[in-house]
C-alpha cells in the first residue's frame, strides 16, 4: 500500500496590478513574479477594468495606482473598501512620505504605500524590488475590514483641484500688440531626457521658451544648470519677475507654478505658491492657461512624456486661444499619458516623434514670422 506525499508547498499570492501605464504595470509583473511565493493573477489598466478583473480573478493583494483615467485611485479604493474590501498596496509617482494622497489612502485603508519604480535608474531596482516584494507579503496577511459608510462620509479626501484654484479662466482680454513669440513646453515621467532633447536642438535664436516639468524642488536647479551646460540658448531656473526673452528657456521650480503673464508688450514670469493643480505643482495646465491669456497666436505648446491628464485641457485652451499645438507621439513617449489625453480631447495640431519636435518648433515659429509679416505688409 502506498504512503500518501506530504504537501508542503504553500499556495502563492495572487496580485492584481492596476496602473494605466503599460511599462509599470509590464515592470510590476516582472519584479513581483520574480517571487516564487508571489503569482501576478492579472492588470489593469484603469478601475473599471480592474473591477472587473478582481470578480473574476479573487486577488489576495492589489497594487493601486493614483492617477488613471476614468476614476482616480482614489476614489476606487474608497469605493472598493466598501464594497469589497481587500489588502492594497498604493504604487504611484504621488505616493511619497508624508504627501497628503498617501495619507487620504491610509485613512480610506490602503495597507501600505510605495513610490513607481524609477524606470531609468537600474542600479537602485534591486532595492526597489525586495522592497515592493516584502510590502505586498506583507499586506496578504493583513486584516482588512469594511470601510463603514458613516466612517467613509467623515474622511475628507483632499479635493483635486483644477486650473481655476490658481489661475481662473477669463475671456480674451485687450492686450498690447506684440512681435515677440513664446514656446510653452510640458512634461513629467522621461520629461527630463526628452526635455533636453528638445533644447539641445533649438538655436540660439529661438523664441523664450518656458517649461513646466513635473519635478521635486531638489533636482529642478540641477536640472536647469545641466540644461545650460548642454543648450545653445540660455537655460535658467525661472525666477518670479524674469522678462521672458529670446534665446532663453526658463524652467519651474519644483515647488512653484510658473505663469507667463504680460507688462504692457512684454512677456514675465509669475511664480504661484498656490495649491497643487491635478495633484502637481508646478502644473502644465496652470503654464499652459497663463500662455493661452496672455500670448494666444503668438505662442507654440509642446506636450511631452508623462503620467496622468496634466496640461491636456491647457493646451487644448492654447489650441482654441490661436496658439500651434505640438504632443509627443506614442512610440516615443517613456509614458504617453499626458500627449494621450490631449490628442484625446483634440487639442493637438501635429502628433510626432521626440526627434521631430525641435525642428516642428523651429518651422512653425518661421511660418508665425512670414504670417506676421504679412498681416503688416
Same mark, same amino acid.
Given at each position: 500500500?502506498?504512503?500518501p506525499v506530504p504537501t508542503t508547498a504553500k499556495r502563492r499570492i495572487r496580485v492584481l496590478i492596476v496602473d494605466d501605464s503599460a511599462l509599470v504595470r509590464s515592470l510590476l509583473t516582472d519584479i513581483l513574479g520574480s517571487d516564487p511565493a508571489i503569482e501576478v493573477v492579472g492588470v489593469a489598466s484603469d478601475a473599471h477594468v480592474a473591477r472587473e478583473k478582481i470578480k473574476?480573478?479573487? !486577488?489576495?493583494?492589489l497594487t493601486l495606482d493614483v492617477e488613471m483615467p476614468k476614476m482616480d485611485g482614489i476614489t476606487f479604493l474608497k469605493n472598493l473598501m466598501r464594497l469589497r474590501p481587500m489588502p492594497v498596496v498604493m504604487v504611484s509617482s504621488l505616493t511619497e512620505r508624508g504627501a497628503d494622497v498617501t495619507l487620504d489612502a491610509l485613512a480610506i485603508g490602503a495597507i501600505d504605500y510605495l513610490s513607481k519604480p524609477k524606470i531609468d535608474l537600474a542600479a537602485t531596482l534591486k532595492d526597489y524590488s525586495e522592497e515592493l516584494i516584502e510590502k505586498i507579503k506583507i499586506a496578504s496577511r493583513a486584516s482588512v475590514r469594511a470601510l463603514d459608510p458613516h466612517r467613509a462620509a467623515t474622511i475628507a479626501v483632499r479635493p483635486r483641484y483644477s486650473t481655476d484654484a490658481v489661475l481662473p479662466k477669463t475671456s480674451n482680454t485687450a492686450l498690447l500688440r506684440t512681435t515677440d513669440r513664446i514656446i510653452a513646453i510640458g512634461a513629467s515621467t522621461g520629461g527630463t531626457e526628452a526635455i533636453k532633447a528638445v533644447l539641445t536642438r533649438l538655436p540660439p535664436d529661438t523664441p523664450g521658451v518656458v517649461? =513646466?516639468?513635473?519635478? !521635486?524642488? =531638489?533636482?529642478?536647479?540641477p536640472f536647469a544648470k545641466r540644461m545650460n551646460d548642454c543648450c545653445q540658448m540660455t537655460v535658467y531656473e525661472a525666477e518670479d519677475g524674469q522678462q521672458v526673452l529670446a534665446g532663453h528657456a526658463y524652467i519651474a521650480p519644483g515647488d512653484r507654478h510658473l505663469m507667463v503673464v504680460r507688462d504692457g508688450a512684454r512677456y514675465v514670469l509669475r511664480l504661484?505658491?498656490?495649491?497643487?493643480?491635478n495633484r502637481h505643482k508646478p502644473s502644465v495646465d496652470v503654464l499652459f492657461r497663463s500662455v493661452a491669456q496672455n500670448a494666444g497666436r503668438n505662442a507654440i505648446g509642446v506636450i511631452l512624456t508623462g503620467m496622468g491628464k496634466d496640461g491636456a485641457r491647457g493646451l487644448k485652451e492654447m489650441l482654441d486661444a490661436?496658439?500651434?499645438?505640438? =504632443?509627443?507621439?506614442e512610440a516615443t513617449s517613456v509614458v504617453w499619458g499626458m500627449p494621450g489625453e490631449a490628442v484625446a480631447v483634440g487639442a493637438a495640431q501635429h502628433v510626432i516623434g521626440l526627434?521631430?519636435?525641435?525642428?516642428k518648433i523651429r518651422s512653425l515659429a518661421d511660418s508665425m514670422d512670414i504670417t506676421r509679416q504679412a498681416r503688416e505688409a
Open positions: 500500500m502506498s504512503t473574476q480573478l479573487n !486577488p489576495d493583494v517649461i =513646466a516639468q513635473h519635478i !521635486p524642488k =531638489a533636482f529642478s536647479t504661484d505658491d498656490g495649491v497643487p493643480v490661436g496658439s500651434q499645438t505640438i =504632443a509627443q507621439d526627434d521631430s519636435v525641435a525642428g
